[in-house]
């Protein structure tokens, strides 16, 4: 249960979620994880040492350069924890409540 | 079956409407957001033991309404490929909130798949875009 919440709170931040999809697409070293971010170098050190913390990535250092490494299972964690048909009422009832918005909007019209 | 480890969802929504016509439109077909709508094969008869029946994507699912007090309560079994043969049970309610309408259900007496095979549909649904279902999970 500890490590569910390091990694909820991990995730909870764009920043990271974003430094997330690009590890999932291979490991990158650390400029290249830090070059999309508008960003400090220092705030995305932080934030990787959060998700370091979670064991959601891993460091390993090749020659001079140091690689970051997404560590999947962690986040398998979050998908045992939200069930399969808390996604799909919560998407029906966005639905239902969406259609009597937009009905409200349209009357006000 | 051994007594399996059973789970219950709950989800809450405020309602942009009045108390009737959210239970009324709950049960109609029509309505985007209700199981009905979009079913490729639709029976339903929303009365005490009346029954319905529904597909999507060749999936089916069955129930049995126990109560349909309007328009405070619906409450039916469930039964899909994804209760593995267990009957389970939504309860929704409506309470007047102002002018709106506070709706939960409550899925209960589902199988717990999350050691099985949602594992890779939890999975993908992440990498896809989990942060909604976090937020509205207050985990954000």
């Known amino acids: ?109 | 079956m051994n007594n399996p480890k059973t789970i219950e969802v709950i989800v809450e929504r405020t309602i942009p409407t009045s108390q009737g016509e959210a239970f009324d439109a709950w049960l109609n077909p029509k309505v985007p957001g209700t199981p009905w709508n979009m079913a490729e094969k639709l029976l339903l008869n929303p009365t005490v033991d009346g029954l319905f029946f529904w597909a999507i994507k060749g999936m089916p699912h069955y129930g049995r309404f126990l109560a349909v007090d309007r328009p405070g309560r619906i409450q039916h079994t469930w039964m899909s490929p994804n209760t593995s043969g267990l009957e389970s049970i939504v309860t929704v309610t409506f309470k007047g909130k102002g002018k709106d309408t506070l709706m939960t259900l409550v899925h209960s007496g589902l199988p717990d798949t999350s050691g099985g095979q949602s594992h890779d549909k939890g999975w993908k649904f992440f990498l896809d875009g989990f942060q909604s279902q976090l937020a509205k999970s207050g985990a954000a």
């Open chain 1, 1 to 109: 249960m500890e490590q569910l919440t390091d990694v909820l709170g991990a995730i909870s931040h764009p920043t990271r979620r974003a430094i997330i999809k690009r590890l999932a697409t291979g490991p990158a070293r650390f400029l290249d994880v830090a070059e999309p971010f508008d960003v400090a170098l220092n705030a995305i050190t932080k934030h990787l040492k959060l998700l370091e913390r979670a064991g959601l990535i891993d460091r390993e250092r090749r020659g001079r350069e140091v690689f970051i490494s997404l560590r999947p299972d962690g986040l398998r964690l979050v998908s045992e924890w939200v069930h399969e048909y808390e996604r799909f009422w919560n998407r029906k009832l966005d639905e239902f409540e969406g259609h009597f918005k937009r009905q409200q909007r349209s009357k006000k019209r």
